[in-house]
């Protein structure tokens, strides 16, 4: 959920995940797996780069999207679209490539900040720079949604979580559905209902909600729910996580935003760790 855009220098997105160009091609593929990566990059003429999803022999997983032109963007049909240029080029005589991307901050995947929904809190400098790190890394419960609803405080009720869990993953009918692969935004996607928020925050020991798609709350409670996760400033909203063809469970998490000074949301690079 976004209407604030960010120039962001590409020299601050190593956190982010490999950035896409103009065009999908073998080096820069549209979505993970269309492209044959087999080939091994040292044969000099293969020169193709292995994009992994999962590393240290399975025990490391990037739950991050990557950044491509036709990813999903807020109530847009026509997602993305072009967001990196290249203003400074060794083939016109630079002596380096310098990119520059342009997008809003709620883009992929991404965390939320208090001042995302809260004026007084975005006047006050609640931004994304002030996210608690302890939160944002530690152990993590990656739990399955019944498919069948938004998630209410039925739905919170009927996943058992323990008390003590700090940090839960929820994933959702979004990810069988593949809706981060596609352009267009479905406001059709899985979220909490207010009621299932209100039940999170009462209920249970919950600090870092993440989803599987760009709003934690569902379509037809979009700001009452955020209202309720950000008001006390103490739960950090994780949003369009990727977590396809991982087994539920517990995990260690570990989110890094951009210390971008004023902004409300910040794209975030997130692993698992068995």
């Known amino acids: 959920m976004s209407t604030t855009k960010t120039m962001i220098p590409l020299l601050l997105l190593l956190l982010l995940s490999p950035l896409s160009s103009t065009a999908s ?5 549209t979505i993970p797996g269309t492209i044959d990566t087999s080939v091994s990059s040292s044969q000099p003429d293969n020169l193709i780069p292995i994009r992994n999803e999962i590393y240290g022999n399975g025990k490391i997983f990037d739950i991050s999207h990557r950044y491509t032109n036709d990813m999903p963007v ?3 049909k026509d997602g993305l679209g072009k967001f990196l240029s290249l203003p400074a080029s060794m083939k016109n005589g630079s002596l380096a490539n310098n990119s520059e991307m342009k ?6 995947t991404h965390v939320d900040s208090p001042g995302h929904v809260f004026d007084h809190y975005f006047d006050s400098g609640f931004d994304v720079d002030t996210l608690d790190l302890e939160v944002l890394n530690g152990p993590a419960l990656l739990v399955d949604v ?14 058992h979580i323990p008390k003590g869990v700090r940090r839960v993953l929820f994933r959702t009918l979004n ?3 593949r809706l ?3 352009r267009e935004f479905d406001r059709s996607y899985v979220g909490f209902t207010k009621d299932g928020a209100k039940w999170l925050v009462d209920n249970t020991d919950i600090k870092l909600v993440g989803i599987d798609y760009l709003s934690v709350a569902a379509w037809s409670d979009l700001i009452p729910s955020h209202l309720v996760f950000l008001e006390g400033r103490e739960i950090i909203l994780v949003e369009a996580l990727k977590l396809d063809d991982i087994q539920p469970g517990v995990y260690s998490v570990h989110c890094l935003p951009l210390r971008l000074f004023g902004a409300e949301g910040s794209p975030i690079r997130c692993v698992l760790i068995k």
């Not at 997008?103 to 992929?108: I, M």
């Not at 019944?146 to 996943?159: D, F, G, Q, W, Y």
Request: hydrophobic share 30%.
């Open 103 to 108: 997008l809003p901050t709620h883009t992929g």
């Open 74 to 76: 807020w109530d847009s």
């Open 180 to 182: 981060m692969f596609k």
């Open 25 to 29: 091609t073998a080096a820069y593929p």
């Open 175 to 177: 990810t069988d559905r």
């Open 146 to 159: 019944p498919r069948h609803s938004n998630i209410t405080a039925e739905v919170m009720k009927s996943l």
